[in-house]
């Protein structure tokens, strides 16, 4: 925990989160059924916390991926 993270949304319909570092993919969170196109935090996650992130896609889902970071 603590470390810097990012997610990502891709055209391969998946959503991961990246170690921000080397950006080695460390968790994928989700595949959509057509491309990834949005994410957004619903609170920014804190080291050692919890942290909601939204991801949205052209297959018109909106998926909630709760994350321990």
Do not use: I, N, Y
């Not at 993270?5 to 990246?18: I, W």
């Not at 080291?47 to 321990?68: C, I, N, V, Y």
Request: positive net charge.
């Amino acid at each position: 925990g603590g470390k810097p993270r990012l997610a990502t949304a891709s055209d391969d319909c998946t959503v991961c989160l990246l170690a921000a570092h080397d950006l080695r993919s460390e968790l994928r969170l989700a595949t959509h059924d057509d491309f990834a196109r949005c994410l957004g935090w619903l609170a920014t996650p804190a080291p050692g916390g919890g942290a909601a992130l939204l991801s949205g896609g052209w297959d018109k889902r909106l998926m909630r991926h709760t994350l321990q970071l």
